[in-house]
């Protein structure tokens, strides 16, 4: 009964290829969020999507594409992969509604090694 | 400036201590807070809100100053599957769901 589930858990790839991550939820949430976690750790974030539109987009390169096929679903695929990509990427999902911010659940991490 | 900013540690402390976490914010807008915990190599969980008021669950005590535009988090009797990180996270309201995470404090409880 995972909450949100991410694929794959780990991540190992050249530089200059092109990789998808997946995200699904279960908890019937209406947004999802993509975050990037450095070796700072300092958690940021990327991309969300609230009933499959993008709301937030912060700046990031455009050599990665979110893709929300429907609500239960936020992928990111990331194309000419860098060095500067390696980290380790969540997923989140959460209710927001009448313009509250409820609890964000996240899943347990894709850890990005670009070599 | 950064939204969130928190002294990152590391705190080292023995079990039963009690610990406290502050951290400040910079847009006075802000309209929610949180703590979320991120356990090493996990990802991060909500502990509790915190509400103007102050609020309490368990050993664990949050406090808000508007004013000041501060956030603490006492942790009394302090356990050693409390080790963590603990994430100070504020919603400015502006954007829907876009929550801004402070860079954490790290906490270790020895035995």
């Known amino acids: 009964d995972t909450a949100v589930s991410q694929t794959p858990k780990y991540l190992v790839t050249q530089m200059g290829n092109d990789k998808s991550i997946k995200c699904e939820q279960n908890?019937?949430?209406?947004?999802m969020y993509w975050y990037k976690q450095d070796s700072k750790k300092f958690l940021k974030i990327m991309f969300s999507?609230?009933?499959?539109?993008?709301?937030i987009n912060e700046t990031v390169p455009n050599r990665f594409s979110p893709k929300s096929p429907d609500k239960a679903h936020l992928n990111l695929h990331i194309n000419s992969l860098e060095l500067g990509d390696s980290a380790v990427y969540f997923c989140?999902?959460?209710?927001?509604?009448?313009?509250?911010?409820?609890?964000?659940?996240f899943g347990p991490g894709t850890r990005l090694t670009v070599l | 400036r950064k939204e969130v900013e928190q002294d990152p540690g590391p705190f080292n402390v023995p079990e039963g201590a009690t610990v406290a976490f502050n951290c400040t914010y910079s847009?006075?807008?802000?309209?929610?807070f949180f703590w979320y915990r991120q356990d090493c190599r996990k990802e991060p969980k909500l502990l509790m809100s915190?509400?103007?008021s102050g609020n309490e669950d368990g050993r664990f005590t949050a406090q808000l100053n508007r004013a000041s535009q501060y956030i603490s988090l006492l942790i009394r009797d302090s356990k050693l599957s409390d080790s963590a990180t603990y994430l100070c996270?504020?919603?400015?309201?502006?954007?829907?769901?876009?929550?801004?995470f402070g860079r954490g404090t790290q906490l270790t409880v020895w035995p």
């Open positions: 989140a999902s959460s209710q927001v509604t009448g313009g509250s911010t409820d609890t964000q659940y």
């Open positions: 908890l019937g949430h209406d947004t």
């Open positions: 999507y609230n009933n499959k539109e993008l709301i």
């Open positions: 847009n006075s807008a802000s309209q929610s």
């Open positions: 915190v509400y103007s």
């Open positions: 996270v504020v919603n400015r309201g502006s954007t829907l769901g876009r929550l801004y």
